[in-house]
C-alpha cells in the first residue's frame, strides 16, 4: 500500500469533509472514509490516521471555495453527490418551470408555529428556491374566533428564526370584498343558495344524501338573502355551493361556503359578519394570488373536488394542488386540544416547553433551524402518513452542532470527593478535540473534586478509577463524601473514568425532558430538573449558546445576570 495513495484518498475525504461542516472537516469522520475506501487494499488504521490528522489540518485551513474547486478537479462525482445531500433532495415539481413556480404558506394565526407547519412552511420556500420562484406568506385569518392578532407577529418571527424569507405576504381577511363579489357571481349563476336550516338539519341532510327546501330558491331571492346575511337582518344563514346531495363525496354534499360568525375580528373588527370557510378562501386565493403548486396535507384530499369544481365554476385558474402526509413526532403531540389544558394546568410551562415540537420550544432546547430542514426534507413529501422518532430530530442537530460546540466539565448530582497526596495541577484543556480555533482554558486542580453520584454509586473501597485526562485515584473510604487517594497517572486498562469538576464550581439547574406522552397520556415523569456543578468557566457562556458537557450532553445555555440554566438537547 503506497503512502501516496491513503495521502490522495485522504485529500479527497477531507475535502468532502470539510465542505460538508461549513469549511472544517473533523478527523475521525475522515479516518473512518479513508479506511472503507480502501478497505480491498487491507490498509491498517495505524497507517492512515497520522496521514489524515496531517491532510485534515492542511485542508482547513483553504476557504471553502478553495476546497470546492481542489475537490471538483480531484473527485467531481463526490463533489455533485455532495451538494445534492447538502441542498436539496426534494422531488421535481410537474409541470414546473424556472421562475414561474409560485408557492405559500397559509398560516392560520392561532398559535405558535410546530414542526408539522415548519415541514408546510419548508418545502413550499425550498421550492420556491429551487425554480428561482416566488414565495408568499399568506394569513388565512377568516374565522375571527379562531384569528389572534398576537400570532401573526409571533408567526413570522418563528418562520425567520427558521430561516424562511419570503417575497410577498398578505392576510385573507383583507380580500373579504372580492370574496363577495365571487359569492354573487355564483348566486347569479344559480351555482350557490343561502341555507337557513339549523346546523343539526343541514348536517342530517348531508349525511343521508337529501336536498332542503332553501335549494329551490330562485336565484334573485338568493342574492337577496346574501345580501340580507351581509347587511345583518338574517341569522343563522350559510352560502352553499349546489353540490349534489347524492354525491358518494360527501365534502361534495353542498358544502358550506359562507357563514356568519358574530365575532369581532383582530384586524376588521365589527366591519365584517359574513366569512368565507377553508374551501372556499383556500382555493380563490391559491389562484388569485398566482400561486402554481399549493401543497396541503393529506386530510383534504376529499376535498380537492371541491377546490377544482369552485375555480371552474368561477372560471379561475386551476393551481397544480400536491399533498403531502402530516408530519408528527411520536410522543410529542401538536393539537391545541392537548397542549391547552397542560398549560392552564401548569403542567407544561408554556407554548416555548421543551417538551413540545412547537418551534420555540425546540429552540429552547437547543435544536438549531438547520437540523430542522434537513429532518423535514430527510422526511420527504410521500402520501404516507407516519409518526416520526424525535432521536431523528437529535441526529441531524448532533450532527451539526458537533463540530462546533464547546466542551465543558458538568457533574451532575455531585458528591464530595477529597483526594490524599493530590498533586496539585495547572492544566490547559481545550474547549473542542478537533478544531483547536475554538481555544481553551485552564483548570487548576487541588485535593477536593466533584464527581457524578450515578458513577460512584458502582464502585466500591479498594478500587481504583481515573479521573477523565487528570490521574487514578484509589478509594480508601466511602460514606456521605469519598476519600481517595493518588494512584499514580499511567492508564490502567478498564478502570472507570469519571466526569469532575473542582471546588471552583458554580451551581446550575439543567432542565432534562422526556416524551411528554406516553401511550398517549401525559407523562408525569417528562421533565427532569437536575442539580449539578458546572466549571466556572461556564458563568461566561453567553445566552443562547450550545455546549457539550462531557460525558453527559449538548446543552443550550441561558445565562440571566450570571444564573445559568442549561437546557438539555440530547447525548
Ligand atoms: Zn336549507
Known sequence: MSTDKIHQTARIYALQNAIQFEGKANSKAVIGKVIA???????????????????????????????????????????????K????????????????????????????????????????????????GKFILRFDDTNPENAQLEFYDAQKEDLRWLGIKWDEEYNTSDHLETHYKLAEQLIKQGDAYVCKCPPDAVKDGRFHGKEC??????????????????SSSVEGAILRLRGDMKCANTAMRDPTLFRIIDKPHPRHGDKYRVWPTYDFAGAVEDSLSGVTHPFRTKEYEL???????????LKLRKPHLMEFARLSIEGMPVSKRKIKPLIDKKLVSGYDDIRL??????????????????????????????????????????????????????????????????????KSIPLHPTDKNLGSRTIKTDSTFFIPKADMDKLSVGDIFRLKDLYNVKITKKNKEIFGEYAGEELIADS?????????????????????????????????KLVGYAEEAVSSIKSGEIVQFERFGFVRIENNKNKITGFFAHK
Request: net charge positive; proline share 7%; with cysteine.
Open 303 to 313: 376535498r380537492d373536488e371541491c377546490y377544482f369544481r369552485l375555480l371552474e365554476l
Open 357 to 426: 415540537p412547537t418551534l420555540r420550544g425546540l429552540a429552547k432546547r437547543g435544536i438549531i433551524p438547520e437540523a430542522i430542514k434537513q429532518f423535514v426534507i430527510s422526511q420527504g413529501i410521500s402520501k404516507t402518513e407516519s409518526s416520526a422518532a424525535f432521536s431523528l430530530v437529535e441526529a441531524f442537530n448532533r450532527k451539526l452542532v458537533d463540530p462546533i460546540a464547546k466542551r465543558y466539565f458538568f457533574v451532575g448530582y455531585p458528591m464530595k470527593l477529597v483526594v490524599k497526596n493530590a498533586p496539585k495541577q495547572k
Open 37 to 83: 475506501a480502501l478497505q480491498k487494499e487491507r490498509v491498517s488504521p495505524k497507517d492512515v490516521i497520522p496521514v489524515v490528522n496531517i491532510v485534515v489540518k492542511e485542508v482547513n485551513v483553504l476557504s471553502l471555495e478553495k476546497q470546492i474547486a481542489e475537490l471538483k478537479k480531484l473527485a467531481p462525482e463526490l463533489l455533485k453527490k455532495e451538494k
Open 213 to 230: 327546501d332553501c335549494r329551490a330558491v330562485s336565484n334573485e331571492k338568493n342574492l337577496d338573502l346574501w345580501k340580507d346575511m351581509i
Open 85 to 132: 445531500e447538502r441542498d436539496f433532495s426534494l422531488p421535481e415539481l410537474p409541470d414546473a418551470k424556472k421562475g414561474k413556480v409560485v408557492t405559500r404558506f397559509p398560516p392560520e394565526p392561532n398559535g405558535y408555529l410546530h414542526i408539522g407547519h415548519a415541514k408546510a412552511a419548508i418545502v413550499d420556500y425550498e421550492y420556491a428556491k429551487m425554480y428561482d
Open 496 to 528: 472507570a473514568k469519571l466526569q469532575w469538576t473542582t471546588d471552583n464550581f458554580m451551581k446550575m439547574i439543567v432542565f432534562v425532558p422526556g416524551l411528554l406522552f406516553e401511550k398517549d397520556e401525559y407523562n408525569p415523569n417528562s421533565l427532569e
